[in-house]
């Protein structure tokens, strides 16, 4: 059994009769995320009446449960002083302005200049219902994807945040610039997306194996040969923005991974040739309830300078094809 930094003891009652012991123990441990309930199960962390069982268990409704909580494991990453962007802070969760070319965590071939580390640097204490290698990460932005992101600072935070994403009432809103223009100013793709069998770096909405994923679209202006979306996402799968405007030939400007050129040229104009070294792919809005106070919370971020300068450059080629801007107010 892994050494434990805690023992904790429940008596079972009649109530809690026909109960599995996984649901039984989330109900008592409400700052523990399920997945690390039953991986304690699976481990012999658990003991009913003094011997393991497996986490499908009944209760009868009399039994002596003990939980050896396991010491956690040290963090993958490294404290590092990496600037970061906090625009809220309090005991429980923390709002992060995450920069294009940061990796939210360790992961293969990734050690140095992470979200995590930052984090660890900045932050005394962030949970650990996440792993060893996802300390205070409640969900993820891409690479070369800018914006908010809520990091949780306690295991209770950390599991309601989750609920929350689970359940879809975590409000996320976008920024995207997309090459061509749209046929309608809003609309909505569905299509389930999965892990690409001939290239495993990416996702496709041509899977069988497909997820599951919403995404809904709004046309906000249109330049040159570009449209800038504003989006909204209730489910997040992995690239879900990218993989969804790909597929019906919107790419993100900058995305070559799904098919957008590595460089924009804006003939006709005095601009030249423009490039982008990231996703023109911002997270800009987060709304949520706090996990602890249940008060509604609403953060927003403006676009970083490297896309406000695209959009301007734009917008001056516009205007010099002599096609006045449209859709809506700025």
């Not at 997309?178 to 496709?204: C, Q, S, Y």
């Amino acid at each position: 059994m892994t050494p434990s930094i805690e023992l904790r003891t429940f008596i079972a009652e009649e109530p809690d009769h026909h109960h599995r012991l996984d649901h039984f123990l989330c109900s008592q441990l409400p700052e523990r995320s399920r997945s690390q309930i039953q991986k304690w199960i699976d481990e012999g962390c658990v003991l009913v009446d003094g011997i393991t069982v497996k986490r499908s268990y009944k209760i009868r409704g009399s039994e002596k449960i003990t939980v050896n909580i396991p010491s956690p494991a040290p963090p993958a990453g490294f404290a590092e002083d990496i600037p970061l962007s906090i625009l809220y802070e309090d005991a429980d969760l923390a709002i992060i302005n995450k920069p294009a070319g940061m990796v939210v965590h360790v992961g293969a071939g990734v050690r140095q200049g992470t979200l995590v580390n930052a984090l660890l640097s900045h932050f005394s204490e962030l949970s650990e219902s996440g792993g060893h290698e996802r300390p205070g990460i409640v969900h993820r932005l891409d690479k070369q994807t800018s914006g908010l992101l809520v990091v949780a600072k306690n295991n209770l935070s950390h599991v309601n945040l989750s609920k929350q994403f689970q359940f879809r009432s975590v409000k996320k809103h976008y920024w995207a610039l997309v090459h061509g223009l749209f046929e309608k100013p809003r609309g909505e793709i569905k299509t389930p997306i999965g892990r690409d069998a001939r290239n495993r770096v990416k996702m496709t909405t041509r899977s069988n194996r497909g997820r599951e994923a919403y995404t809904s679209f709004e046309v906000v202006e249109e330049l040159v040969k570009f449209s800038l979306v504003r989006l909204h996402i209730r489910t997040g799968r992995t690239h879900q923005i990218r993989v969804h405007l790909a597929s019906v030939n919107h790419p993100v400007v900058g995305d070559t991974l799904y098919g957008a050129p590595s460089r924009i040229q804006l003939p006709g104009t005095n601009q030249g040739v423009l490039t982008l070294s990231r996703n023109f792919l911002h997270a800009y809005s987060l709304e949520f309830a706090h996990p602890r106070s249940g008060e509604w919370l609403s953060f927003s971020c403006e676009l970083p300078p490297e896309l406000s300068q695209i959009l301007a450059k734009l917008r001056e080629a516009h205007l010099e094809k002599k096609n006045p801007l449209e859709g809506i107010e700025r």
